[in-house]
């Protein structure tokens, strides 16, 4: 079990170390998915990521520490998110570059809707964004989606309701939809979509797990599975 303290630990600078601290006191309560132990594991998973790509340690810790911080689902606005990193790390006596290079890779990882453009991360970012949606699959992911369909109030699932290819941020946000239709919506389409072979390779056997785990709840929903 990874804890803070552990992660501290591991961490290869104060200034990593420091930002890890920060995102826990400001995530903690979190009750979407999005709270200090999601950040933890992607912490952990992006440093092996970064091990395995030879990408810059420090710049890949930061970027995890920091990615879920004001979050656009949570604010509405897609810019808070890499404002409120790049001003913790001014703050913080981090130099100008290192600054807008994190905000520029925060800006980017989150997923918007399939149908909207990509922005380009560095190899450091590219990691970050792979860890962060290898915890949107598999057991974990699973959980995340049905706890923050929740904290949203969204139904499990009604069949009525069709699956939306969000082409637009606003309409990724506003749509309702039902926690299953996630599935489609996203988390189905994050396997294809990493950067690192390091990640696809882990990406397959999760993938593989939710579809079992979808196929099986439309079964229970249609009572197929006690005829």
């Given amino acids: 079990m990874i804890t803070l303290e552990a992660a501290e630990q591991a961490a290869t600078s104060e200034l990593a170390r420091a930002a890890l601290r920060h995102a826990a006191d400001e995530l903690a309560g979190d009750s979407s998915g999005h709270d200090p132990s999601h950040v933890l594991r992607v912490f952990r998973s992006a440093q092996g990521l970064a091990r395995a790509e030879g990408a810059d340690l420090e710049r890949v810790e930061i970027i995890a520490a920091l990615h879920d911080l004001k979050d656009f689902k949570f604010t509405g606005d897609t810019s808070t998110g890499p404002h409120a990193a790049y001003a913790w790390l001014i703050e913080s006596g981090a130099d100008e570059m290192l600054a807008t290079g994190v905000a520029n890779d925060i800006a980017g990882i989150s997923f918007k809707g399939a149908g909207t453009p990509l922005q380009p991360l560095s190899l ?41 290819n969000h082409t637009t941020v606003e309409s990724y946000l506003q749509t309702q939809g039902t926690s299953l239709n996630h599935f489609y919506e996203k988390l189905f389409l994050l396997r294809s979509r990493m950067n690192t072979a390091t990640a696809k390779n882990i990406a397959d056997a999760r993938h593989e797990f939710m579809e079992k785990f979808v196929a099986q709840f439309l079964d229970e929903w249609n009572g197929k599975d006690s005829e």
């Fill in 124 to 164: 450091e970012g590219g990691c970050v964004q792979d860890a962060d949606r290898l915890d949107a699959l598999g057991a974990i992911g699973i959980a995340r989606c049905f706890a923050y369909g929740g904290h949203v109030g969204r139904p499990l699932f009604d069949p009525s309701v069709p699956t939306v």
